[in-house]
């Protein structure tokens, strides 16, 4: 307890002031305040596309914020680049991770910075004693002279973390950094974030998982919709509490009722396996119903929604489309028999970005809209028209490139290209992700519209009201196994974390799932 | 001043190339007074032909965001056949020219797609190889037509037109057109401007691929063909560093070496370009050298045009 309370009384070592950050039309962060004190762990919470990244990425000198200030041990600065920042001792630590594989793990330590000797030569001696003592520190097992490729992602890591400590720094921002670990990997980063503390240097940390933070940090702050909506001491709330600061209102934006009047089988998995992917899955989607598909990244959600459409090949159980065994030989397969997916992440797999809005939005329909190979435009165009008025995407004509809309707008392009095909299951992987608040309530609507007209829908999602708003079952998946399955309309959200943190089982809670 | 971006930027409007081509025109005509007139103009549009056509293929091609290095190569092949298979029938020689073409391309294509090595390298291969069979088949040796109706086709001509033009801008029709109206071309398209979103759209990518690989190995054979008939005869080392000249007027043309990007008028723009610059130099009498010199400047100029004109906040790399 003295520590918290020496925290409390301790100067903030960074502060950042009504930060307003405004990108064409959209505003991602209204007046927000956060400040870090030397020697804490502040976490910073909030949904996808809530703020935190941008935030962050102001911090660090990536975006100049429109209004603001950002105030560094008591000195009002402006960071132009990423290079003055980390030069002022402000480190990011990235989700994705920024090595160079085929260099050493010394060389990667000191990229930009290699210790050199007289004839600007490489200072190899110095280079490998110097990242020796930083690996140390870290506790790391592995040599200076391995090669990054030869690592594993969780060591990767490390070797992210060591870049940041050549520079004493002052604040350590770690975004989602567990994402890509596995459980026994986790105790060595608490270990080095208590580490860093201990030495006074000031951490943001940026997770979903309720477990992580309220092991580690001593304040959370929260943003939602690019407003801060507040900050609370860890060891005064709940978890409850603070998911509740966390969706606030975007839960009750979503009216739309769900279906109710579900067909036969549309879908039907069992015992899916793909080896080191998934193990022993199983599950229904009925026709016109909308199963949501929870948990955490990693889980091996999206990895069975590609087996599904044909991108893996499964090595044991089966998949059966209404009523007959299938295993796709090729996504043309899968497309031509009625599946459509939509991908997780529309820039890379979605869309073709640099093509228009009308050519995107009939690609998986190319044969419906041409007759001996030759497109029929006046067809094309009323497609686009049809789709555009229904779902009501923003864009100023058919000729804009899709690369320019919003990522709402995208989205719904995404969902029209599927539609188009008429599939007989529409799979929807984190189908809001990074999307505002307005389009997420539209396409939340959307979904269930489609699943009343009898669609059989699967939503992949990792946020809890999406899962919870939208469907009418709730299968939850924890390393590559489905841990439980529930009525979504009767569960508690401590029920679903636990059963995607892989604490269900035996657990009393886990008995009142239907399975 | 937007407004004059926009225009320049091509989109719906004129491509920058076709500004360059224009500029050109005027140029030349206005330093030298043989240039503008039936007879010349006819003859650029023969000695373009060559290049065009190859550049019709390497568009589709480079548009998947592949490329083919091998195109030289296979017009010395083809044009060879085609003269050396002579004493079998003209038809026969024509015809098997052809589908060594065909053939090259879809080897070049099976392997892209099957093995997913990049096409650089395959085609890199190929042309080493292929050209290594032209001299396996010639033993080193020239060969001359002896069939007469061959060598009076390169020459003849419809009306005013010689044959060789009117063929390359009808093929540039049709390319353009399956290009622009086609579902083929549509993937294309798709398949080098995002080949994941390409296959999860259901496209078959390979099978997209090794189609506009075999495109280009016919235009490739079809070049080597027509070549001949204008020379009456075929060399070994027929086609050298074409590949070179194709990609540089299809990269003039505007489309991008990343694929995903660009169109057959543009290539037609590229082409016209350097057949214009080589043909006015030449009556300005501009000394040869100089000429691959301003070739070389201009191309570099131009894209750096284009990518100002296309990302205005572009300076090149930082730091």
Redesign the interface.
Known sequence: MTAMTQNAEARPVLELVDITKRFPGVVALNKVSFDVRPGEVHALLGENGAGKSTLMKVLAGKHRPNGGKIILEDEERVFDTPKEAKRSGIVLIHQEQSLVPEMSVAENIFLGSTPRKWGNRVDWKRLHADSTEILERLKCDFSSRDLVSSLSIAKKQMVEIARALVFTPKIVVFDEPTASLTDHEKPVLYDVIRNLQAQGVGIVYISHRMDEIFQLSQRISVLRDGEYTGTVNTAETDEESVTQMMIGRSLELDHASKPSEFGGPMLEVRGLTVKGVCSDVSFTVRKGEIVGMYGLVGAGRSEVAETI?G?RHYTAGEIRLDGQVVDFR???D???SGIA?V?EDRK????????NCR?NM???G??TV?SF???KSRDERAVYDRYQQAMKIKSPSW?QRVGNLSGGNQQKIVIG?WLH?HPRLLILDEPTRGIDVGSKAEIHALIKELARSGYAVLVISSEMPEVLGVSNRIIAMYDGRVTAEFDADNVGEDQLVQAITGMTGSTPQAAGAVV | MTTLKSFLRGGAFIQPIWIFVIALFVFFSLMSEYFLSLGNINNILVQTSTIGLLALGMTYVMINGNIDLSVGATLGLAASLAVGLQPLGLTVAVLASLAAGIVIGAINGLIVWKTGVNAFIVTLGAMIGVRGLIFVYTQEQSFYASNFAFVDFGASTIGPFPVLAIIFLACTLIMHLVLKKTGHGRNTFAVGGNPEAAMDAGIRIGRNMLINFIIVGFFAALAGVLLATQMGASTPNLGRDYELWTITAVVLGGTKLTGGHGSISGTLGGVLAIGILRNGMNMMQVPAFYVLVILGAILITVLIIDQRLNVPTAKGVRA
Do not use: E, I, N
């Open positions: 459409f991108l090729s996504t043309h899968a497309v031509t997916l991908p890379d797999q979605g869309l073709v970005l640099g093509m050519d009939t690609l998986a190319l044969s041409s190979g030759f497109m000729r290209k095909t």
